[in-house]
Structure formats: structure tokens, C-alpha cells
T-cell receptor, first 115, second 113 residues
Framework: DAGVIQSPRHEVTEMGQEVTLRCKPI?????LFWYRQTMMRGLELLIY????????DSGMPEDRFSAKMPNASFSTLKIQPSEPRDSAVYFC?????????????FGEGSRLTVL | AQSVSQHNHHVILSEAASLELGCNYS??????LFWYVQYPGQHLQLLLK??????LVKGIKGFEAEFIKSKFSFNLRKPSVQWSDTAEYFC???????????FGTGTRLQVFP
């Protein structure tokens, strides 16, 4: 079975550029989460969706960050304009309602470096 | 708000040593508790989870964790570590009235042969 698929795996960009990270959740999963991992702050929940609807975006750092889920099989996290402090690994995860608890399945992550 | 504390940021052990990683959470209601592991260069994987029932939970690769409600703790243990256990370990909590999974800051474990 295919797991959560993220792209790109690595992105190096210059400050001020737009960055788009992509995620394909596991088929049939109805929850999708975006996390950011840094050395200083660990894993932070940015936003999550249920049935393609954003439920809680309180973790999104500021207006430069936006996320969409146009359908059940695709989500994007966009940073515009990007800044060096956005450098981190961004993980997407999905889960299924009704399973025994909130087990999340993570993608491989997108490592973003903003110069 | 829920939070998770992992007090051990970096643990260094020799093979065959015993391991205990601390995890404390702050939430007064019913919780679900998890330990995830992240091997170098890989994504997070579920190690074990607790929802209800026996507070001693056994996971993969010989790991176990004990839920002590009175102490708001969910410590991870392994009687004898191996070099291949070198990884970062994350404790996480969610409650029955939220879909959010909140992670601790992680504990980096290094095991030397």
C-alpha cells in the first residue's frame, strides 16, 4: 500500500520566493495534518483538515502561510514570501476516523532551506 | 491547552543497557497516548499507543510504556537497547474531544556498540 506521499523531498530557495509543498494522503483517510519540525521547537502542528475542510489553523505561524485541500487526495502548504526562519522539515500525516485512536501515518517530509 | 514534556533531550547508552524515557502530559480529561520513533533520515513511525485498559502497553521491537494516570506520565522503556534503536523518540497526546495530536520536543537516543 502507498503511504503518505510528499513532494518535493528537498527544496532550496531564496528569501522572498514562493514555496509550495504537496501531500497525497493515504487513500480513504479523512484527516490530514501538516506539521513543521525544527531543532528548536520540535514538531509543531500547523493545520489540519477533516473531509477536506480546515478545522484548526491556529498553528499557522503567520499570514505568509496558507494551506488548501481541494480534494480528498491532495493538499498543499504554501509559503509566500519565504524567509530563512521558515527553514525546517515539513511533514504531512493522515489518519482515519473510527480506527482505534488517532494513529497518524506520516510522509517522508519536505526539507525546506530558505537562503 | 494540552502539552507534553519530555525531560530527557539527549540520552547516550551502550548496547544492552536499559532504557527509560520520561513523558509527562498536562490534560485533566481522558487521553490517548502515543510514542513515535524517527530513525535517522526517516519519517515518524508509531511505536506503541494507549487508549484504555491495561496501563502497561507493549509495542514493537521490545518497547513498552506504562500509563500512570496519577502522575500524568507515559514513560517508554526497553530492558536492553540495541545499536539499531538509535533514533529520536516522540511522546504524543490527544484527547477524546479533539483531533489534535500534540507532540513533545523529542528525545534523541544514541546507542553505542
Amino acid at each position: 500500500d502507498a503511504g503518505v506521499i510528499q513532494s518535493p523531498r528537498h527544496e532550496v530557495t531564496e528569501m522572498g520566493q514562493e514555496v509550495t509543498l504537496r501531500c497525497k494522503p493515504i487513500s480513504g483517510h479523512d484527516y490530514l495534518f501538516w506539521y513543521r519540525q525544527t531543532m528548536m521547537r520540535g514538531l509543531e502542528l500547523l493545520i489540519y483538515f477533516n473531509n477536506n475542510v480546515p478545522i484548526d489553523d491556529s498553528g499557522m505561524p503567520e499570514d505568509r502561510f496558507s494551506a488548501k485541500m481541494p480534494n480528498a487526495s491532495f493538499s498543499t502548504l504554501k509559503i509566500q514570501p519565504s524567509e530563512p526562519r521558515d527553514s525546517a522539515v515539513y511533514f504531512c500525516a493522515s489518519s482515519l476516523t473510527g480506527t482505534s485512536g488517532r494513529e497518524l501515518f506520516f510522509g517522508e517530509g519536505s526539507r525546506l532551506t530558505v537562503l | 491547552a494540552q502539552s507534553v514534556s519530555q525531560h530527557n533531550h539527549h540520552v547516550i547508552l551502550s548496547e544492552a543497557a536499559s532504557l527509560e524515557l520520561g513523558c509527562n502530559y498536562s490534560y485533566g480529561g481522558t487521553v490517548n497516548l502515543f510514542w513515535y520513533v524517527q530513525y535517522p533520515g526517516q519519517h515518524l513511525q508509531l511505536l506503541l499507543k494507549y487508549f484504555s485498559g491495561d496501563p502497561l502497553v507493549k509495542g514493537i521491537k521490545g518497547f513498552e510504556a506504562e500509563f500512570i494516570k496519577s502522575k500524568f506520565s507515559f514513560n517508554l522503556r526497553k530492558p536492553s537497547v540495541q545499536w539499531s534503536d538509535t533514533a529520536e523518540y516522540f511522546c504524543a497526546v490527544t484527547s477524546h474531544n479533539t483531533d489534535k495530536l500534540i507532540f513533545g520536543t523529542g528525545t534523541r537516543l544514541q546507542v553505542f556498540p
